[in-house]
């Protein structure tokens, strides 16, 4: 085949069309998942307290539980529901293991499911017991909102909600929090010397439940970033 044979070849094929519309559409689907939670005490005629309590950003709970210790091992069973989100946090060199309960990407499934996963484990817990215990819930951090969040959108009947420093979130429906903080007690408790929420945000998140008529009880403390376990065994005796 000679250079214009070629040539003319060439002019005869069709100049074919690439710049097609690509779509891309979002789904999503129910799955099945296995989620992990730990306990710590025995539930027996002297449980007395019933305690769920939720990790903040980048924790497991198993080391979460840990930090109560400080209470009654008679008359207190502790749980701690681990976020279905778990992933290396840090620089490679140094990562480690920690689970989250949501990021903002898809943020309304993901509060769907882990209010879903809590209301879940809540039945799990009680389906062979009597429904006379006093149920605590704690919220450390990123756990504070999920915890709120639960207390709001679930059906689980909760006591007392403990939210340990964490700001408030502000996409929850108020009515239905004002309503439960007539019937359940709210803790909002934070340390004076907190590295990763600013004053400004306790602040914030204090004059927003004021402003929205919530009732709920203040608690501050010399400390950061962290359970202060004093404070929480006095608000938690009876």
């Known amino acids: 085949m000679n250079e214009l044979t070629c040539k003319m070849n060439e002019e005869q094929i069709p100049e074919q069309k690439i710049s097609q519309e690509f779509s891309i559409e979002e789904h ?8 992990r939670y730990y306990s710590s005490g025995i539930i027996n005629e ?7 309590v939720l990790h903040g950003f980048a924790q497991l709970a198993k080391d979460f ?37 949501m990021t903002k990407e898809d943020r309304l499934n993901e509060i769907d499911d882990y209010v879903e996963y809590l209301d879940t ?8 017991l009597s429904l006379g215990y006093k149920v605590n819930v704690l919220g450390f951090s ?29 996409d929850v429906d108020i009515s239905v ?3 439960k903080s007539i019937e359940s007690k709210i803790f909002y408790i934070y340390g ?47």
């Open 121 to 128: 484990l809540y039945k799990e817990i009680f389906k062979n």
């Open 177 to 179: 929090l004002r309503k």
């Open 65 to 101: 539980i840990s930090e109560f210790e400080f209470l009654s091992k008679k008359n207190d069973y502790v749980i701690a529901p681990e976020g279905l989100s778990r992933s290396n946090f840090g620089r490679a060199s140094d990562s480690r293991i920690g689970a989250s309960w």
């Open 46 to 52: 002297k449980t007395k307290t019933i305690w769920f």
């Open 192 to 238: 004076s010397k907190d590295t990763s929420y600013s004053n400004k945000n306790f602040n914030d998140s204090v004059n927003f439940l004021n402003e929205n008529k919530i009732n709920f009880i203040e608690k501050t403390f010399e400390g950061g970033h962290e359970i202060n376990s004093a404070l929480l065994k006095e608000l938690s005796v009876d």
């Open 142 to 170: 990123q756990g504070g909102s999920t915890a709120l969040r639960w207390f709001i959108n679930g059906t689980s009947s909760i006591n007392n909600l403990f939210i340990c420093s964490s700001d408030i979130a502000k």
């Open 28 to 35: 999503n689907i129910l799955v099945k998942r296995t989620a």
